[in-house]
Structure formats: C-alpha cells, structure tokens
C-alpha cells in the first residue's frame, strides 16, 4: 500500500491566514493526487485534483501543489466557511487517503 | 446532475454479511469508476474499493478477502457486499463516482452517506 501522511493533523488560525497543509506519501504517485474537504456532518468535497487543478466552483484562494512524494494544500485568506478537515487522497495505486487535517478557528 | 444515493439496513450483526446498494440518477453507470469509501466515528475517510465500468474491481488489501462490490447496469446501480462484519465495521459508508480527466481518477459526486452499525 501506498501510505499517506498529511501534517499537521490539526491547526488553529483566524480568519484572513494563510494556512498550508502538507501530505506525504510513502512513495512516488507523480501528480495522482486530491483535496478534499469535510465539514461536520457533511459529505466531503472535491477541492483540487491532479495535485493542483482547482475543481469547478472552488473558490480560487484554494491552491495545490506538488508531485511525486510531497504535496501541499494553500488555503489564502481563510474565510469562516474553511474551517473544516481536509483530506489528502492518491490514485496513482490502490487509492488510499490521508488521516486529515483539522482546521480550528483560533 | 449525476447524484448517488445509499440503501440497505441500518443495523447488522456481528459476523453477519453488510449490503449497499448506491443508486445512479442523472447519468450513465457505463462509465467512470464507482467506488465506496467509510468514515468510522470520530475518524478519517477509508477508501473501500470501486468497480469500473467494465466491471474491473480493485479493493482495499486490508479489506479484500472480505469485501466485494459489483455492478448492475441495467438498474444503474453498484453495490457493496462485506463478510463477517464486527463492531469495527460501524461507520458511514458513502458510495462516490471516480470521475476522471486525462487518466487522472477523483471522486466528485458523492452519496449523501448511509450510518452502518454492527451490534448484537
């Protein structure tokens, strides 16, 4: 299996950061690489695919990047509708996700 | 749009076999890839497996000899069939679309999830 690590697993910050959420994975999955979010109590949500092509409708301060084994996730100007889990997810064999990252209103 | 939407019991027994039905409305099953994923309380997201349109499956190793997941396109739905199921099994389980773009897979139409517990 491919395994992969996102860090931190929580953060706190305030409305107007720049957050950065990175994933790790245990080894090459060139740019096979997704974003999503979930909020509580919700389905998640595609942010980004391909490491760093923004889906349809997301707003644009969301930004990927990234390829092989290191990856990150860019919110800018975090907006209280942000504050949510984040997952990383890879497609390049047999999908596996990231265990999340948490982003706290400080 | 393409929407998903999850069915069967609520509640299973230990050692009992779990079955999910996802229902395709607004679009084909005759492509992309139908997967399931399950998010156990308080945790993360799991991916199970999914099955492509030409009925090719590829499942979690973790939950392989346990778990199949098949394909009916003349209903437009894909199911979910997991063996001797215990308490670990309890999660939501949602079924998802692995839409893809220049072979790169992601899962962006999703059911609005099913709650699975396993209890005596």
């Known amino acids: 299996d491919i395994q992969m690590t996102q860090s931190p697993s929580s953060l706190s910050a305030s409305v107007g950061d720049t957050v950065t959420i990175t994933c790790r994975a245990s080894q090459s999955v060139m740019s096979f690489l997704n974003w999503y979010q979930q909020k509580p109590g919700q389905t998640p949500k595609l942010l980004i695919f391909?490491?760093?092509s923004l889906q349809s409708g997301v707003p644009s301060r969301f930004d990927g990047s990234g390829s092989g084994t290191e990856f990150t996730l860019t919110i800018s100007s975090l907006q209280p509708e942000d504050f949510a889990t984040y997952y990383c997810q890879q497609t390049y064999s047999t999908w596996t996700f990231g265990q999340g990252t948490k982003v706290e209103m400080k | 749009q393409v929407q998903l939407l999850e069915s069967g019991p609520g509640l299973v027994k230990p050692s009992e076999t779990l079955s999910l039905t996802c229902t395709v409305s607004g679009g084909s099953i005759s492509r992309d890839y139908w997967t399931w994923i399950r998010q156990a309380p308080g945790k993360g997201l799991e991916w199970m497996g999914f099955?492509?349109?030409?009925?090719?499956?590829n499942y979690s190793p973790s939950l392989k000899s346990r778990l199949t997941i098949s394909l009916d396109t003349s209903k437009n739905q894909f199911s979910l069939r997991l063996t001797s199921v215990t308490a670990a099994d309890t999660a939501v389980y949602y079924c998802?679309?692995?839409?893809?773009?220049?072979?790169?897979?992601?899962?962006?139409?999703w059911g609005r999830g099913t709650t699975v517990t396993v209890s005596s």
């Open positions: 391909a490491a760093s």
């Open positions: 998802a679309r692995g839409g893809s773009s220049y072979l790169h897979y992601f899962l962006d139409v």
């Open positions: 099955i492509s349109n030409s009925a090719t499956t």
